[in-house]
């Protein structure tokens, strides 16, 4: 298993939990963290959240290439403001473990031909998907593991994120040929502690660290 320098943590949908899954991450990892576009910046930010869950200080952090102020589509959010995103605009930050968060799914547009999978290959790191428990979930999961490997992604796990469900958790993990690393459940508060002691660490999730994943399927594509 090669060693890899970072990991792309992506989710099924947003508002998906892929903030609480990068703080976990991190903590775990005592890397860095960068979020390439942030759109909205209203009240907490994705950064703010992951460095207040994670307890690091501001030197593990990475400003956002693209700060936008409205809650929307990276697309949409930058167009508000006069702007268009391009790929050119974005180059990894040097040191490593890098978590690298994006915004929304897998298809969301970063301009009028570029969507968010495509700076996913622009970047060239393996890819965490976060899903939802939920009914729904087994659909949407195995819908995003295909979009990324159709692009020659690697997929280095699934963190799922809710009220534990044990048929859908399986389900994922045998119909998506993936390694379900963490279960983070539902949290009434929320800190840097209470999400360590509260998520179930997978056997998949070992290896992390160091940061080292396999190849899970990463040129096929599926039914």
């Known amino acids: 298993m090669p060693t890899i320098s970072g990991i792309f943590v992506t989710g099924t949908d947003t508002g998906v939990g892929k903030t ?10 005592q890397g860095f963290y960068w979020k390439p576009i942030q759109a909205g910046l209203t009240g907490e930010t994705d950064t703010m959240a992951v460095q207040r869950l994670s307890g690091l200080p501001d030197r593990h952090f990475f400003p956002s290439r693209h700060a936008l102020s409205l809650p929307r589509s990276p697309h949409l959010a930058a167009a508000r403001e006069n702007l268009t995103i391009h790929l050119a605009d974005f180059q990894l930050p040097p040191p490593a473990p890098l978590v690298v968060e994006g915004a929304g799914g897998i298809l969301v547009p970063l301009n009028a031909t570029t969507l968010m999978v495509d700076l996913m290959v622009h970047l060239k790191l393996p890819v965490v998907v976060v ?76 290896p992390w660290p160091p940061m080292r994943c396999r190849v899970v399927n990463n040129d096929k594509s599926r039914r």
């Open 131 to 206: 899903a939802r428990t939920t009914l729904g979930t087994i659909n949407h999961t195995l819908m995003t593991l295909e979009g990324l490997r159709q692009r020659g992604l690697t997929v280095a796990g699934v963190i799922l994120n809710g009220i534990p469900d044990v048929d859908n958790r399986e389900a994922i993990a045998h119909h998506g040929e993936v390694d379900i690393l963490a279960e983070i459940p539902h949290l009434e508060t929320l800190t840097g502690a209470e999400l360590d002691q509260a998520t179930k660490v997978w056997p998949a999730a070992a």
């Open 20 to 29: 609480v899954a990068a703080a976990w991450l991190l903590r775990r990892l």
